[in-house]
C-alpha cells in the first residue's frame, strides 16, 4: 500500500466516523461547547506521511486519544508549501475539532513567500501548545565520498551544482537548514523539493539525491543502518543520540543553529476554554511515558507550555528566519 492509498483510508475514516459522531450530536448546541470534545478531532498535517511531522503527531495523538476518549485522526494534507492545509482550517468551524500541526514553514516563512495565500498566520489561527523541538541532522547518502563536513564542502566545490539536495517540500525545516548551511559555507547544491520528508527519504535512500537535512525520528534508522551518513547537528550542543557528530557551530560556522519544531494551532475564534484544555491535555500527554521514551530515543526536546508561550516562540521564529529566506531567496516551489 502506498502513502496516498494510506491517506485516503485516513480520510475515509474520518469522514465515516465525523458521520457518526454528527448523528449522535444531532439537536446539541449551548452545551457543545462545554462538552468538548464529544467527536473525533481532525488533526491536519501539511506533509505527505513517513516524516518527523507525522511521526511526532502519532505518538501525541494516540495519547491523547487515550486521555479523551474521542479519536484524534491525522490527515496528511501535503504539498503547496503547507498552503492548502492552512486554507483547509481556515474554512473549518472555530470549533477545536479541526486543528493543524503548525511548523516553521507554516508560521514564520510562508508568510514571506506566499503573500496570496488568503490568511494572516497571526491573525486568523491562535497558538495551542508546542509540541517537540528536534535536532536538525545534516546528512549524505553513502556513496557519497564525504566523511565530514571539510570534506564535503571540497566535494561540492569541486563539482558546483552537481550536487543535490531533497527536502519535505519548499519552506519545510529541512529546505530552511540546507539554505542557511549553505549561506554560512558558501556550498551550491540544487535544492529539489517533495511533498514531504517521505517521499524525499525514498529517493536520497535510493542514492538519486545525494544530500538532505531532516529531524532524528526520520533519519536516524538510516544513519544507524549505514545507508545515511551524518555530517553534523544543527544544534548548539552535540545530541546524546550521536555523540560523535560535531554541530556545525562547533565546526567553526559561529551562531549557526537550526531545529525543527512542531506544536498545535488552531482556527482564531476558537474559545479560550477549548484552547486551554487542549493545552492542558497536550502537556500531560508529552509527560507520558511513551512518549517521554520516544523522545528520548531521538534527543527532542518536549514541548508543552502555554498557547502564550507558543506564540512568543513563534515570534522568535519569525524574526530569526526572516534573514535567511531574503539571503537565500527562498521562492514557492
Known sequence: MN????????????????GAAGLAATGVSGHAQS??????????????????????????????TKQMGVS???????????VPAMQEL????????????SHIGL???????????????????????????????FVVHKDVPATDMKSLIAYVRSRPGQLNYASA???SAGHLAME????????????????????????????????????????????????LRCIATGTTERIAVLPDVPTVAELGYKDFETVQWYGIHARAGTPPEIINKLQQECAKAVRSPEV??????????????????????VAREQARWKEVVIKAQIRPG
Do not use: C
Not at 514564520?108 to 503573500?115: S, T
Open 107 to 137: 508560521m514564520a516563512v510562508n508568510p514571506l513567500i506566499y503573500p496570496d495565500s488568503g490568511y494572516d498566520v497571526n491573525k486568523d489561527f491562535v497558538p495551542v501548545t508546542l509540541l517537540s523541538r528536534v535536532p536538525s541532522l
Open 90 to 101: 481556515q474554512r473549518a468551524p472555530a470549533d477545536g475539532y479541526t486543528i493543524i500541526m
Open 180 to 227: 542557511a548551511l549553505k549561506l554560512a559555507t558558501g556550498m551550491f547544491i540544487t535544492h529539489i523539493p517533495y511533498r514531504g520528508t517521505g517521499p524525499a527519504l525514498n529517493d536520497v535512500l535510493a542514492g538519486r539525491i545525494q544530500l538532505m537535512s531532516a529531524g532524528t525520528p526520520a533519519l536516524l534508522p538510516h544513519i544507524k543502518s549505514g545507508v
Open 3 to 18: 502513502h496516498n492509498d494510506n491517506s485516503s483510508i485516513q480520510r475515509r475514516d474520518y469522514l465515516k466516523w465525523m
Open 35 to 64: 462538552a468538548w470534545p464529544n467527536k473525533p478531532i481532525r488533526w491536519i498535517i501539511p506533509f505527505a506521511p513517513g516524516g518527523t511531522s507525522s511521526i511526532v503527531a502519532r505518538s501525541i495523538a494516540a495519547q491523547l
Open 292 to 313: 517521554v521514551a520516544q523522545n528520548a530515543s531521538e534527543s527532542a526536546i518536549a514541548g508543552g507550555g502555554t498557547p502564550a508561550e507558543y506564540g512568543a516562540y
Open 72 to 82: 484524534f485522526v491525522i490527515d496528511n494534507k501535503g504539498g503547496g508549501g503547507g
Open 169 to 171: 517540500g519548499n519552506a
